[in-house]
């Protein structure tokens, strides 16, 4: 069964908004990573955020964390037509390497 | 980060046949994956592929219907053995390296099956 559950499970937005999507998950974990998946196509690893972590940046993509509330959220900021994919979090429960997945949230871009 | 190459990226299969997807790494990993995207879905994760041993099949998942092998460390096969058309889906292998930190993944293109 699916670990993690994103929210909104669509998100329609125009070009330069910016776009944010939850993610929750169930078991302690040693970190949390979003993945973006653009036609079916394979996974491009966007960022990792380690269970003593709260927030981390990556250009323009922030992640933030609370471990207390076993939720994680990832915010995109001025959206652009190539950042339309889905996109998905990622847990390793600890102790674990294998990773279980969210149920993913796909996101378009308005040009 | 590693360069993962996949083959086939796409077939069209028919039903009671069986197909082998192969998986590349550029460089030395410490662990490999298989995992299944059915369409509109997730991924799941079929199984560990184990250097020199049996793979670790998740639940729901049996040897028999998708053996997988790994002779070293940066190849890895996995069949789907007497297709049906529920086994149309994404095939992805993904990877944990030397250099990986936290065991970040990195995944390959997938191979996308039709089965008819």
């Known amino acids: 069964s699916q670990q993690g559950e994103e929210d909104p499970q669509a998100l329609s937005i125009q070009e330069g908004e910016n776009a944010t999507m939850n993610c929750s998950y169930k078991t302690s974990i040693n970190n949390l990573q979003w993945y973006r998946q653009n036609s079916g196509r394979g996974l491009v690893h966007l960022i990792l955020?380690?269970?003593?972590?709260r927030e981390k940046h990556s250009g323009r993509l922030r992640v933030t964390l609370d471990t207390s509330k076993k939720s994680s959220s990832l915010l995109i900021t001025a959206s652009r037509a190539a950042d339309t994919a889905s996109y998905f979090c990622a847990t390793p429960p600890r102790g674990n390497e294998k990773l279980t997945f969210g149920t993913g949230t796909r996101l378009t871009i308005i040009p | 980060s590693a360069v993962i190459s996949q083959k086939p990226s796409r077939d069209i299969c028919q039903r009671g046949t069986s197909l082998t997807i192969q998986c590349q790494v550029d460089s030395q990993v410490t662990m490999m994956f298989w995992y299944r995207q059915q369409p509109g879905q997730s991924l799941t994760l079929i199984a560990t592929a184990n250097q020199g041993s049996e793979a670790t099949y998740e639940s729901g998942f049996v040897i028999d219907k998708f053996p997988i092998s790994r002779p070293n460390l940066t190849f890895s096969t996995l069949t789907v053995s007497n297709m049906s058309p529920e086994d149309s889906s994404i095939y992805l292998c993904?990877?944990?390296?030397?250099?990986?930190?936290?065991?970040?993944?990195?995944f390959g293109p997938g191979t996308r099956l039709t089965v008819l």
């Open positions: 993904s990877v944990v390296t030397l250099l990986s930190s936290y065991n970040e993944q990195f």
């Open positions: 955020i380690r269970s003593n972590e």
